[in-house]
């Protein structure tokens, strides 16, 4: 008897539904905490150069608009790198990709330390650039793809918050490094930290099921992990394996299936609102230390600040998750876009009650709230564009995604400069009108999160659209 009709014999095992019905421990809790894990040393090495800038124009001797090319280095890796490495993570699995990304964030980072000028800094932060925008659409998929239905909104959001978290992780590290080991020590510790998560990886990350399903010749790894997730021995590489989105039509992978016509509009919608967001992230991940400074703060409130906005975005990413299991993405991201646009008017304004060194309560609860509002509807992004496509082409529709959006962080760079460059006003007032254009891009998409109770209803057959 031939392969396929054995498996045939043996009947078909549908993957999502196992996966679905699994409890959130074992495997899945794996791939989560080493998901979360690598987004915490990402959005440390990401905020790295902001963390530094300050100490970077006095060493240098440099202006801001020198500092710029340096600041959107990595931007234009980034977007390389979703671009790039979004694809491979769809041909080659999410594993392979991830550690491949976090190699090259170590590799970039060290050579980072080793810089002594603006040219040879802004080309290592290129390098690691690639690395970060290759890590972030693979790990999202990679918990998408092991997360039960139940918990995964609120898996993928914690996931993702990780970058936040990496951004508090570093402002504090930054603030106790710097004054101690000077500027070098920062980029030290983001080269370290990959480092040994890829080596962890390595050892004890499976891959994807759903990615697996789509391999037949890798059906005994699948029905290995099966059996781990299941704790069981009920599958073996006889079966044959599918995904709910596999039923009808063969569909196109990568690039082709997300501007197909079911998913072009939708795709430009996102990549608008991905553009917008990490514009205005980035913007103030870049820029913020250095306008506080310029405001009269010292440098170490300027950092403290980063982190108070870093540590605001934890925590409205959790409440930003939750609520999107009752209500769905839409009417959330919405009203924290409102939200980020609003704290962002009151930033420009009350400039006076808020930039005083003696009395920093007002300042630090705006900032909290900023965080809060702009770097949730970012994260609630990620989660909207893994939402949005099949297993085929989740990789490459987040890593487009995000691709796009990291020319808004490249913009934001010199777009930045040149607002500041009119005061505080501009620079606030500037990034208020972005977040307001991404709230209209979020408003027209369609594809949005159902809520938990909506979606345990769909089909099979609807969830080749919804899964």
Known sequence: MNESATASSLGSVQVTQVVDGCAFRGLPLTVFVFSVLTLVFDGFDIQAVGFVAPALLAEWNITRAELAPVLAAAMVGMALGAMLMGPVGDKLGRRSALVLSMSTVAIGSLLSAYADTPGELSLYRLITGLGLG??????????????????????????????????????????????????????????????????CMWLWMPESPRYLARRPQRRAELATILNRLTRSTRYSAEHTFTIAEQAGAEQKEGLAAILAPQYRTDTLLLWVAFFASIFSVYALFNWLPTVLSSMGLPVTVALRCALVFNLGGVVGTLVMATAMNRFGSRRVLIVLSLMGALLAVTLAVFQSTLYDADRLTPLLLVMAGAGASILAVQVGLYSVSAHAYPTSARSSGVGAGLGIGRLGGILSAFAGAALFSGGVTPFFGGIAVVILLMAVSIALFKRHIPPVHAQAQLTPLNQREHT
């Open 134 to 199: 290759g890590s972030l659409p693979n790990a999202t998929s990679l918990v998408v793809e092991f997360a039960p239905l139940t918990v995964r909104n609120v898996v993928v959001s914690v996931t993702i918050v990780g970058v936040p978290i990496g951004g508090v992780v570093g402002a504090e590290a930054a603030a106790q490094l710097l004054p101690a080991f000077g500027w070098r020590s920062v980029f030290l510790a983001g080269a370290l930290l990959p480092l040994l998560l890829v080596i």
